[in-house]
């Protein structure tokens, strides 16, 4: 449904987003993930075409926003994280202008209106000013412009931000339901958002995207963490042991590395020892093996300290099993 390809962006010599893939599915909801200045609102930006890409293409249904923009920002909607909404208009004159530039017809745009107005629950606020709602309320008019139109794809920055647990609780329940006609891309700081919406999570370091993957596949538990004397011999014995899918340095010293061992299946204890006894018949001498416990927040900030290198897109020691 949409694909990214390439893309890149620089603001003179700092370079914000470098090279980022990636494809989601239609009805997925994506959580996209990384600090402040990892790129993730220039990728946005670049997505909706309110920002040029240096290189790289977007592509929705196989359309490429270069040679289709009219058509490709029709099927979008889009909530930043600090959306210009007018205190002193009413909620529904700020519907009625958004509208009107997405170049609603007047037929249609009454339509979309009234089913944005439901779809976000809004109808008793429809007459009040913006300036006088809630936080909680705001955001939901900020979700309304964006359904206007029926689009393909949502992009929804920091939804949540600021609201009270109530009000999480009301927006998260939202998202889902609009997952239901749209695919929804979710950038957010809050780690528990991406647990309880999303099915996928795509990570940003440094303009790089650095981890793709999917929180079923996060949350199998199928790898092992090694620790000891390893070395290259060794590695590549165990990377080539069957069943093992990757093996990945995640920090490494003179005599000391530290490895983890992505597998195909949870590891049984057959599987441990065997391991094991492989790494000593490689003269390995082991401090610990242990099964990886692995969740969002802790591959975050694994991600994000700097002598970990086990998930960067350059300069990563990886070796993958070739069978």
């Not at 990214?4 to 090279?19: E, K, P, Q, T, W």
């Not at 990384?34 to 075409?49: L, V």
């Not at 109530?166 to 339901?177: C, F, G, Y």
């Not at 042991?241 to 490494?252: K, N, P």
């Amino acid at each position: 449904m949409l694909e990214i390809c390439g893309l890149s962006r620089r603001y003179g010599d700092f370079v914000a987003v470098d090279n980022v893939s990636f494809s989601i599915e239609q009805g997925e909801i994506v959580g996209l993930l990384g600090h402040n200045g990892a790129g993730k609102t220039t990728i946005m930006k670049m997505i909706t075409g309110y920002l040029e890409s240096d290189s790289g293409e977007v592509l929705l249904d196989g359309q490429s926003l270069l040679g289709h923009r009219q058509w490709v920002q029709s099927q979008l909607g889009y909530l930043p994280e600090s959306l210009p909404l007018y205190a002193d208009m009413t909620v529904v004159d700020y519907l009625d202008y958004a509208a009107n530039l997405k170049q609603l017809g007047n037929d249609h745009k009454w339509k979309q209106i009234r089913r944005a107005i439901t779809s976000t629950d809004i109808a008793d606020k429809i007459h009040q000013r913006i300036g006088t709602l809630s936080r909680g309320y705001k955001q939901r008019v900020g979700v309304a412009q964006a359904l206007l139109g029926n689009p393909q794809l949502l992009i929804l920055d920091e939804p949540t931000n600021g609201l009270d647990p109530q009000q999480t609780a009301q927006m998260r329940e939202l998202i889902r339901d609009l997952a239901k006609h749209a695919t929804v891309i979710l950038s957010t700081h809050i780690m528990q958002e991406v647990d309880a919406l999303c099915s996928r999570v795509l990570m940003m370091k440094q303009g790089r995207l650095v981890v793709d993957e999917s929180l079923l596949q996060l949350r199998s538990q199928n790898g092992l963490i090694l620790e000891g004397q390893l070395d290259n011999a060794c590695r590549t014995a165990l990377a080539a042991f069957e069943g093992v899918e990757q093996l990945s340095i995640l920090d490494s010293s003179p005599g000391w590395s530290r490895l983890r061992l992505r597998l195909q299946a949870v590891p049984t204890a057959a599987t441990t020892t065997a391991l094991i006894r492989l790494a000593l018949d490689h003269g390995a001498s082991l401090q610990r093996i242990q099964p990886e416990q692995r969740d969002l927040e802790g591959l975050f900030n694994e991600v994000n300290q700097d002598n970990l290198a086990a998930f960067a897109a350059h300069g990563s020691e990886e070796v993958n099993h070739a069978a």
